[in-house]
């Protein structure tokens, strides 16, 4: 009976957020305005989205507790070490999307805030990991640096995929539901959900944006999963498969990093040369390049459910990746 009624609650609170939108963003002094350069979009729009998401996993995570149904939820030196980290990538990003900060600043107060939650709560820790198809265990000298570059290398490369409208929120949605119905927490993520749906209405209709915030955001709650489930759950995604999920932003990310280099610009500082900037400039069609991009993400996913190994579905993604974006360019 809790659990309704707290999905009933979750569920009101977003909806009065989408209702009342207009009237919210109106009141906010948080906008993305567009510069004719990278931000294209034709007038200022709302960044209330990481805002809302952030709103949200406080209150998932405290009405859980609340109701002792703790079971549901992250251990309570878990919690206080993802809710640390969420709130200050979120405030990064924010700062980010409002004074438009160098790459190396953003880095910089990145790994700050990695290594000081690794510190303050080494209940964030991976001390070994496990390959899907071989038999030993790989245990970590250095898990600290390894990471802190994770985390880092992760709030990049989805806030790389966060470039058009929908693309990072439906790839969120769909790897919430890949650990739901693993049965790693399904409660939270269902409840998590609720507020993805809302939002990405309001970011389909353009009245939202995640911004740097909320894409950062969403890459603490993904890092912080795969951790968490990693070393709690017997069922859990072996290093490979994670590496194998969050194949496609890492692969963009990875090419972003080697063109931008040989053109000798910093490989954080942003271009009109992404996944979903390629697809677009092709259709012509935000709903076809959303449908294209989001369909190329989660492939690799899909494969893995089919029991495909790994390495073969890491060789099948980078063939296919990497000919869409040939048959593109070709093609223009």
């Known amino acids: 009976m809790e659990i309704f009624f707290l999905f009933l609650f979750i569920t009101i ?13 109106q009141n906010s002094i948080f906008f ?17 989205g990481g805002l809302i998401i952030l709103i949200n996993l406080y209150l998932i995570i405290f009405s859980l507790m609340l109701l002792n149904l703790d079971s ?29 900060l160098s790459p190396n600043k953003k880095l910089f107060f990145l790994f700050i805030t990695i290594i000081a939650a690794i510190y303050f709560f080494p209940v964030l820790n991976l001390e070994h990991i496990k390959i899907s198809f071989l038999k030993e265990i790989y245990y970590f000298k250095f898990s600290e640096i390894f990471l802190v570059l994770s985390f880092a290398l992760l709030a990049n490369s989805m806030n790389m995929f966060d470039g058009i409208n929908l693309q990072l929120i439906l790839y969120s949605l769909f790897i919430f539901i890949l650990f739901a ?23 389909y209709k353009n009245k939202v944006f995640l911004g740097d915030g909320g894409a950062y955001l969403i890459s603490v ?52 040369n992404h996944l979903h900037h390629i697809v677009n400039n092709f259709t012509k069609n935000k709903t076809k390049t959303i449908l294209i991009t989001i369909t190329l993400s ?15 579905i890491l060789i099948l993604s980078i063939l296919i990746y990497f000919s869409l974006i040939l048959y593109i360019r070709f093609k223009i």
């Not at 251990?75 to 990003?93: D, K, P």
């Not at 119905?181 to 309001?202: A, D, E, N, R, W």
């Not at 994670?242 to 972003?256: G, H, S, T």
């Open 298 to 312: 989660i492939t690799p996913s899909l494969l893995l459910m089919l029991n495909i190994h790994t390495y073969i």
């Open 181 to 203: 119905f693993k049965g790693f927490m399904p409660i939270f993520f269902f409840l998590l959900l609720i507020c993805f749906i809302f939002l990405s209405i309001l970011n």
């Open 72 to 100: 549901l939820v992250f251990e309570e030196n878990f919690i206080y070490a993802l809710l640390f980290l969420s709130t200050v990538f979120y405030l990064i990003g924010l700062v980010d999307d409002l004074k438009h």
């Open 32 to 48: 993305d305005k567009p510069d004719g350069k990278l931000k294209k979009h034709s007038k200022p729009v709302s960044l209330f």
């Open 221 to 272: 709650i993904i890092g912080c999963s795969f951790i968490y489930q990693y070393n709690n759950f017997g069922n859990y995604f072996f290093g490979d498969e994670v590496f194998i999920i969050l194949f496609i932003p890492a692969i963009d990310m990875l090419r972003l990093f080697f063109i931008r280099i040989i053109k000798k610009k910093h490989p954080f500082k942003g271009d009109l």
């Open 13 to 25: 609170f977003n909806l009065l957020i989408f209702l009342k939108f207009d009237f919210i963003s």
